[in-house]
């Protein structure tokens, strides 16, 4: 505790004073801090205002009728369309939890495990190759393996496991869920393996000569560490599986209808302001998982301080 | 329209100021894509007509237009969606860059009435084939609107249905008979096996006709259902999807040739091209075509003419082009480079036989006008632009969230 103290004092000394003149620079310049916020506001919430006044207007044979009324929102609910969205939220954050189950594991095996540069450098290399390719050419691929006459069902009956074709195979929400998997599994895999990458590796053999268990090193020094990792895997994934298009589109055979896809088909009749319902839905949904997420990021302690590593 | 509610104020304020300058840049780069399908350098001296609409309606090549009329076409290829289009016309004033205008029905209701498209002068001289095209072409809903005036001039057509694997149902593949809808929606046979097209201007509009044919509901007009109408065919299909029916919905033209040579499903109601390149692959008539029972979607591609072009100084090329697409010629070329028909189709079997054309391809020509006409004589026309878009999406979403 009280080396502690003294360290933070000790800190806090020679930087006393520079703070304080930050304090009366940005005293002097209170006009900064206001034009940010203008900007912000005239950026972020301006927009967001608009979007949601939007949504109490309705759409007659093509032309918006700007009489405010409750129709809009009455019918996202008589249409299902609010399961578009909760439908949507579902399968995002259960791809985004795949992704996290599988890519962290494997981010740590590249990052510390992996002793051979070269085998290192040649994953690396295939995780950003499909940043280069088309979306659509890499997932159409996919129907020819897993429909009915597909390589995975020939397979399947060929060795006697299945006497007819597996029919969930494609055009199902497992489809959707696997064609979404393989597509994000780099957004989520790269961070993670850059964040833990940046761990001294002191830090890891420190915790060994303490005599720390393999998981307490991992739990109590890797995991807060790549905590940022882990929050940009989270955003670079969830952000794109909520706006999907393509593998639902190619893979969901119609039927497994996410945001972009009713959102695309409200556009088809100009009716803007379904849009801007279901996309006010959305945000505000968004904002109590933001809500939830943070509550639970606090139990595992200040977030912020893992941020450090990245100063080394 | 006159309701201070609505978005014609803003039509009126974009055409006056507002979006006059994004439009002209818009425009501009919309245009910008002109290099692709415009024909090469313009001669001097040469009149030019500039063209914005679905790369479908252009010749591959414009150089025997160009060498007949002695008018150099320019043609931007739109997108396919109607939202983009009229978004493209109507905000960025495109009227004030573009001579004509060519997309597929439904448009002139809207935006004809609005005076983004000029009336056909069916007096201009320069329109010697309007007389003699048939009111099956010239007066179809695909270029007037419901009352009746004349916004365009009709350019390619053709009547769609589904396509399907005459073996797997047991029918003789040299056979045309007339099949029923029933195949895409309630056949013992074929459930589970269909695939459905996922956009409800396409697939309601058959699904009502079928509905109507078997006498169990009645519809004012099948392309344009209302609210109480658009609701019964997602019942129905809400029902056939519950029972199975449909094995997946598709979205695009290379989807319908990937389930047809893939033979994911034995039913399909898709373009006529798919069938047509599936067989390309899985050898001649593998898969066909179906004549119907009780009608098909037709469909039509208009040109209209920009409201602001009326004041140019080339209103006769515009109409020369107007007319050649009317002509053998343009028949003829676009029969046999896309398998499109359309108005005057003895005019392109003239041509080729004038210009000697092999035996084949002018018995292909003529197979195609017979075709058509055996089509045509079926309800119903479609369009892109049903007025009641709001509530059939509104029922279409419904069905695909059942």
Redesign the interface.
């Known amino acids: 505790m009280t080396m502690i103290s003294a360290a933070s004092e000790g800190e806090a000394g020679p930087v006393s004073r520079p703070r304080l003149g930050l304090r009366q620079w940005a005293a002097r310049t209170n006009w900064v801090l206001g034009l940010i916020l203008l900007a912000w506001f005239v950026l972020v919430i301006v927009p967001l205002a608009v979007l949601f006044s939007f949504s109490f207007f309705e759409t007659k044979s093509y032309f918006t009728i700007y009489r405010p009324s409750l129709n809009t929102w009455i019918s996202l609910f008589e249409s299902g369309r609010f399961e578009v969205t909760l439908r949507t939220l579902r399968i995002a954050l259960t791809v985004t939890l795949i992704e996290l189950l599988v890519a962290y594991p494997f981010a740590l095996w590249l990052a510390k495990g992996c002793r051979s540069k070269t085998l290192r450098a040649v994953l690396i290399a295939l995780l950003t190759i499909p940043f280069f390719l088309d979306t659509s050419s890499r997932t159409i691929i996919w129907r020819a393996i897993l429909g009915q006459n597909g390589l995975v069902n020939s397979l399947l009956m060929q060795a006697g496991l299945t006497d007819a074709p597996v029919e969930w195979l494609l055009y199902s929400e497992v489809s959707v869920h696997f064609g979404l998997v393989v597509s994000l599994f780099p957004p989520m895999a790269l961070p993670i393996y850059m964040a833990i990458g940046l761990i001294d590796d002191e830090l890891i053999k420190a915790s060994d000569d303490l005599g720390a268990t393999p998981w307490q090193t991992f739990s109590r020094i890797v995991l807060p560490l790549s905590l940022p990792g882990v929050m940009a895997g989270v955003v670079f994934t969830l952000g794109p599986a909520l706006a999907a298009w393509v593998e639902p589109g190619m893979l969901g055979g119609g039927f497994v209808n996410l945001l972009s896809n009713s959102i695309e088909s409200a556009y088809t009749a100009l009716r803007y302001p379904v849009v801007a319902a279901l996309s006010t839905f959305v945000i505000l949904l968004l904002l109590a998982l933001l809500g939830a997420m943070m509550l639970v990021a606090r139990r595992f302690g200040d977030l912020s301080s893992s941020f450090r590593v990245l100063k080394g | 329209m006159k ?1 201070r ?4 104020s803003q039509i009126e304020l974009s055409r006056r100021a507002l979006l006059k300058a994004t439009g002209a840049m818009a425009g501009l780069a919309a245009l910008g894509g002109a290099a692709t399908l415009a024909s090469p350098a313009r001669a001097q001296g040469e009149t030019t007509v500039r063209a914005y609409g679905v790369p479908t309606a252009a010749l591959k090549d414009w150089t025997p237009m160009r060498q007949s009329l002695g008018i150099n076409v320019e043609m931007s290829g739109s997108n396919n ?3 983009v289009f ?1 978004r493209d016309v109507v905000a960025s004033q495109l009227g004030d860059e573009v001579d004509i205008f060519i997309f597929e029905s439904g448009t002139e209701d ?1 935006l004809g009435p609005q005076g983004l498209y000029a009336p056909i002068d069916e007096s201009n001289p320069n329109l010697t084939l309007w007389e003699r095209t048939s009111d099956d072409w010239k007066r179809s809903a695909v270029v007037q609107d419901p009352e009746g005036n004349q916004w365009g001039v009709p350019v390619i057509g053709n009547a769609d249905s589904f396509g399907y694997f005459p073996a797997k149902l047991g029918i003789d593949p040299a056979s045309e008979e007339e099949l029923s809808w029933s195949l895409m929606f309630e056949d013992e046979r074929t459930r ?1 096996r269909v695939a ?1 097209a ?4 396409y697939s309601m509009g058959v699904a009502a006709l079928y509905l109507q044919s078997k006498g169990v509901a009645t519809f004012e007009d099948l392309a344009n259902l209302s609210a109480e109408e658009a609701k019964a065919v997602a019942d129905f299909l809400i029902e056939r ?1 519950k029972a199975g029916q ?6 695009s033209f ?2 319908q040739i ?1 389930l047809l040579t ?3 499903v034995d039913v399909i109601n898709c373009w006529e091209p798919a069938v047509r390149e599936a067989n390309l692959k899985l050898g001649p008539d593998a898969t066909r075509y179906a004549y119907t029972k009780e009608g098909y979607f037709k469909w039509g591609h208009g040109a209209y003419v920009a409201a602001q072009a009326m004041e140019r100084d080339n209103v006769d090329a515009i109409y020369k082009v107007l007319n050649y697409f009317l002509d053998g010629e343009y028949r003829a070329l676009q029969a046999r480079d896309r398998g499109y028909a359309g108005p005057n189709m003895d005019l392109g079997v003239e041509y080729a036989t004038e210009n000697g054309w092999t035996p084949e391809e002018i018995e292909a020509l003529r197979a195609t006008e017979a075709k058509v006409n055996r089509k045509f004589s079926k309800p119903f026309v479609s369009t892109t ?1 049903p ?4 509530v ?7 069905f ?3």
């Not at chain 2, 509610?5 to 014609?8: D, Q």
């Not at chain 2, 449909?246 to 979205?251: A, V």
């Open positions: 309701d509610f609505s978005t014609h969606d109607v939202g009229m809207i589970g459905y996922n956009t409800y201007t999807k449909f094995r997946t919905l598709h979205g290379e989807e990937q893939n033979q994911e632009t007025s009641n878009a709001d059939m999406e509104e029922e279409w979403q419904r695909l969230n059942s």
